[in-house]
């Protein structure tokens, strides 16, 4: 208990006091050149500028010594490297993409790539937007979502077969379970819904993200909210399932309970991308409280023995009556 009540206090110390970079300041408007003004143009509708750091994720990245001909000169950056943006050109006559982008690994390796190329092959350099391309893979999300339905109806059937504990069905007096399930179904929607109708304000966060949800926008905030919450409820849920039932029982318990989060995330996640998200939202979180609260809360407790009961009468445990 002291160390679960440490790890809250980190995480809510996290939640209130984390960073947010701001960005460099600038001078006033009256006082910026021209080529100020077209960065600045630049980064609004772009989201990225001089100096902005990116990872390289595919094999090679092709650069061209010379801006507008690729077959001049190339060299390549390898999977893993650092780069940085050193300039953005716009060459009008360019039909496959006007905007050209200088990126430089070192002083030695730099090198000209077009912007379609270039956001292909690249990924912000940053651990959360990392995070965000490995989650974002709708070839990803398919597989995911086969093997974990898959995986999860076996275990299910497994587990229900040795009338072990698992979330909704046979469930332990504790509500942090099923509250972190409904709060996974929810923020997987909410990201969805990111995704279908504020992809441009998802698009900036993705080149400058922030666990600082009161630094965001309400919506993207109310999003990386919802995944604090998701941390700390979980927290909570692990530690109610290791007090109330054994350890052997509580590890098979903790594993249905992720199984069952995998299948809400991957499930939401793609459904509302069809709106059908938002008609099983309402139905699963009145099904997750009906389950609870008629299955698994136990509001009252044995008068002899002191056993946890759903309700008056005869004690299942020692058979004393209870009124």
Aim: glycine share 4%; aromatic share 14%; proline share 4%.
């Amino acid at each position: 208990m002291r160390l679960v009540r440490i790890i809250l206090g980190l995480l809510i110390s996290v939640l209130c006091c984390a960073c947010y970079n701001h960005g460099q300041k600038t001078p006033d408007a009256w006082d910026l050149s021209k080529q100020q003004l077209d960065s600045i143009s630049f980064s609004t509708t772009h989201h990225y500028t001089q100096n902005y750091n990116f990872l390289v994720r595919s094999e090679l990245l092709p650069l061209a010594d010379n801006m507008g001909d690729m077959a001049f000169d190339t060299m390549y950056v390898t999977k893993g490297q650092r780069i940085v943006v050193a300039d953005i050109k716009t060459i009008p006559m360019d039909t496959i993409d006007s905007i050209w982008v200088k990126v430089a690994r070192d002083q030695i390796t730099q090198g000209w790539i077009r912007e379609n190329e270039l956001l292909a092959s690249v990924s912000p350099d940053d651990p959360i937007s990392q995070f965000i391309d490995v989650f974002s893979n709708t070839h990803l999300l398919v597989f995911l979502a086969f093997c974990v339905i898959v995986g999860s109806a076996y275990a299910m059937r497994k587990l229900l077969r040795r009338r072990a504990y698992i979330v909704h069905f046979n469930d332990i007096d504790s509500f942090y379970p099923t509250l972190l399930c409904i709060l996974m179904a929810c923020s997987a929607t909410a990201y969805a819904t990111i995704q279908t109708f504020g992809a441009e304000q998802w698009r900036h966060y993705y080149f400058h993200p922030s666990l600082n949800p009161f630094n965001l926008p309400f919506t993207l905030g109310l999003f990386v909210a919802s995944v604090w919450a998701i941390v700390i409820i979980g927290v909570a849920a692990i530690d109610d399932a290791i007090r109330r039932i054994q350890a052997s029982d509580a590890f098979l318990y903790l594993l249905g309970l992720g199984a069952v989060c995998a299948v809400l995330y991957v499930v939401f996640s793609i459904l509302t991308l069809y709106y059908i998200g938002y008609l099983l939202l309402p139905a699963y979180i009145v099904f997750a409280l009906w389950r609870y609260f008629h299955y698994a809360r136990t509001p009252f407790r044995c008068g002899q023995c002191g056993a946890a009961l759903q309700q008056k009468g005869a004690c299942p445990h020692c058979g004393s009556i209870n009124v």
